[in-house]
């Protein structure tokens, strides 16, 4: 019999992923919050709304039922970062102990600061997390389009689980233990994203593109070192991996967010044309409070920052990261 594996969200990312795990061979749940996404979704074989285009195999079992992650071995959280905790303390009562939560989600949690993974083990104490992170658009992974992504955790054994449940031969998976680091990377990088889409919307070129990429990478990874994560993973996947593509794709929801911030639009009237989560607006407070709490420099995320919630113009947002004083990059590296 196949194992049985509980997907938590309908959103493109988490019917891209129940599509994977479906034609791996297990034994699928997804799990739909609105129960007329749920009906429409069962008829139409398809998520027209998030991901149009990608058929949803009739094996997979679609839900509204909470209790559908019992006797699942491992249970995918592909919720937005905001619905984290919420959503780990609704399911807190159907999973089973020793199962394994996977969070999908890339974001920090505003206000207490913490990562993922630790609010859905402080809300499920009997689980054990891990995380799927790296260059992975729901897009391409549904049409399966050659894809490789990380699963950490602090327990490799878990993160090997998850690597055996999703590699195929188009979805490859490597495993890390610096949990931290991969969801710093894969937080942060959306707010580069952000400003990347900024200066396309302005009209600036690709230099200005390449050197906020490379100066954002730096910013990420002064933090994460200072918060014990090695530096070693910001160079890899879930570092510079996911920055490239989320800066840079025509999929990027971040990148197309900053492009209209970039044309004069307002932060509510972006949320209102992208029409789905935006995470790097989500995370934006909390990565400015953590460079602040580490004492760490991070001059890109204080200016988006500003231009998210202070309505600075953009601009002058990138006027004044240009005028900062002069420095020496490998000593600011460090």
């Not at 919050?33 to 009739?58: H, S």
């Not at 891990?130 to 490799?156: M, Y």
């Not at 188009?170 to 710093?184: A, C, E, S, T």
Request: with cysteine; proline share 3%.
């Amino acid at each position: 019999m196949a194992k049985k594996v509980t997907v938590v969200s309908t959103g493109s990312w988490g019917t891209a992923l129940a599509c994977t795990l479906d034609k791996n061979g297990y034994d699928v749940r997804l799990w739909s919050y609105l129960e007329r996404e749920a009906e429409a979704l069962i008829r139409d074989r398809e998520n027209k709304e998030f991901l149009p285009g990608v058929p949803i195999p009739e094996s997979i079992d679609i839900t509204t039922d909470m209790s559908c992650t019992r006797g699942s071995e491992i249970v995918v959280f592909a919720v937005p970062s905001k619905f984290v905790r919420d959503r780990a303390r609704d399911f807190a009562p159907y999973i089973d102990e020793g199962a394994v939560v996977v969070n999908v989600a890339k974001g920090l949690e505003e206000g207490s600061l913490m990562f993922l993974s630790d609010v859905i083990k402080e809300e499920i104490p009997q689980c054990r997390t891990a995380v799927l992170s790296g260059p992975s658009h729901a897009e391409e992974v549904g049409r399966c389009l050659p894809t490789t992504c990380v699963a950490a955790s602090e327990d490799i054994e878990a993160a090997r689980m998850v690597q055996d449940i999703f590699m195929n031969s188009y979805f490859r998976i490597y495993v890390n233990d610096d949990i931290k680091g991969v969801q710093l990377g894969g937080a942060l990088k959306n707010l580069i994203a952000l400003a990347a889409g900024v200066c396309d919307g302005i009209g600036f070129g690709d230099n200005a593109k390449a050197a906020l990429m490379t100066r954002g990478l730096t910013e990420i990874t002064r933090l994460g070192v200072k918060m014990g994560a090695k530096a070693e993973t910001f160079s890899g996947l879930t570092g510079v991996g996911d920055l490239i593509v989320t800066c840079t794709s025509r999929h990027s929801r971040n990148r197309q967010a900053g492009i209209l911030i970039g044309k004069g639009k307002s932060l509510d009237k972006v949320l209102e044309e992208v029409h789905m989560v935006v995470e790097g607006v989500n995370t934006a407070a909390a990565a400015l409070a953590l460079s602040e709490k580490y004492n760490v420099e991070m001059p890109i995320t204080k200016e988006i920052n500003n231009v998210l919630f202070k309505g600075k113009d953009p601009k002058q947002a990138v006027s004044d990261l240009m005028s900062r004083d002069k420095t020496h990059e490998i000593d600011r590296y460090r």
